[in-house]
């Protein structure tokens, strides 16, 4: 039992790596797509801290949501490990959900962080927020930063309770109160 306990934490470990990694790579990917004014492979070469700021604020928003995703889906694996006779998915349904609730987190996560982005351009219809972060307006990029981080704060509960609710919950077993 002690041996699966500790192939379990690290599967855990190796999954959160992975996911960090992924989290990065994702993220600076789309928001490379995301921006039509800018490149942010440009303007952080140029040392432009406005564009830093709100790639950095993107960032710990992704993770922040993905990390409240992510819980449930580490314990239906630790479960599944931890009591196999109680297991009631095969290994390649387990790994199959498991991924599918990943990914389907991590969308959600990178739709949300976008649609607030774009959600409060649309309300500041004075300011141009591509332009501004362009410029290098840090004011505008701190701003950015927290509307991401706030919606995220928020949403990231929500994608917890959504991936809780997903997930197949084991059954304990019957208790008899009166006999």
Request: hydrophobic residues 55%; aromatic residues 10%.
């Amino acid at each position: 039992m002690y041996i699966t306990r500790v192939l379990v934490s690290v599967f855990e470990f190796v999954m959160t790596v992975i996911m960090s990694v992924l989290i990065l790579y994702v993220n600076y990917r789309s928001m490379r797509g995301m921006h039509h004014d800018y490149s942010e492979a440009e303007e952080l070469k140029k040392q432009n801290v406005a564009v830093a700021i709100l790639l950095a604020a993107l960032l710990f928003a992704t993770a922040l949501m993905v990390q409240k995703g992510i819980g449930p889906v580490i314990s239906l694996v630790r479960f599944y490990f931890l009591t196999p006779q109680d297991a009631e998915l095969s290994v390649w349904k387990m790994v199959a959900f498991a991924l599918s609730q990943l990914v389907l987190v991590f969308v959600i996560s990178m739709f949300t962080t976008s649609f607030a982005l774009r959600f409060y351009a649309k309300l500041t219809t004075d300011i141009d927020e591509g332009a501004e972060l362009k410029k290098g307006n840090v004011a505008v990029g701190i701003v950015l930063a927290a509307v991401v981080i706030v919606v995220a704060m928020y949403v990231s509960e929500g994608i917890g309770s959504l991936t809780k609710a997903l997930v197949p919950q084991p059954s304990i077993g019957r208790v008899q109160i009166m006999h």
